[in-house]
């Protein structure tokens, strides 16, 4: 009869403490970053306006921009034989950035 006795005792405070505890250390939000900080380029310029980027040769359609996918080590392009680096100009919160392309001048 005494161990049913302390069962029962040990079963209530077990329970008691279950459904009456506080965490001492509520969890908090958590904030979930991302490492990519440029997602994408979008160039921008006279159509027919060619220029290099990651290796790669592009030429500006009729519709005046185009946007490429950013590549992991790409810091720059290429414009009439120079390069020219890409995280000057800001970027939408969408991690796009908007280059506009130089013109050639007639010499």
Do not use: H
Not at 16 to 43: D, E, H
Not at 47 to 74: C, H, M, N, Q, W
Not at 85 to 93: A, G, I, Q, T
């Amino acid at each position: 009869m005494n161990l049913l006795i302390i069962a029962a005792i040990t079963l209530k405070l077990d329970l008691g403490a279950l459904f009456n505890r506080t965490p001492k250390n509520p969890p908090t939000a958590s904030s979930v970053t991302c490492g990519i900080k440029t997602t994408s380029y979008r160039f921008v310029g006279a159509p027919g306006t060619t220029f290099r980027y990651d290796g790669d040769k592009f030429t500006v359609p009729a519709s005046g921009d185009i946007e490429l996918i950013a590549a992991k080590r790409a810091t720059s392009y290429e414009f009439d034989g120079r390069a020219l680096p890409l995280e000057v100009w800001p970027k939408d919160d969408f991690g796009m950035r908007t280059v506009p392309l130089p013109t050639l001048t007639a010499q």
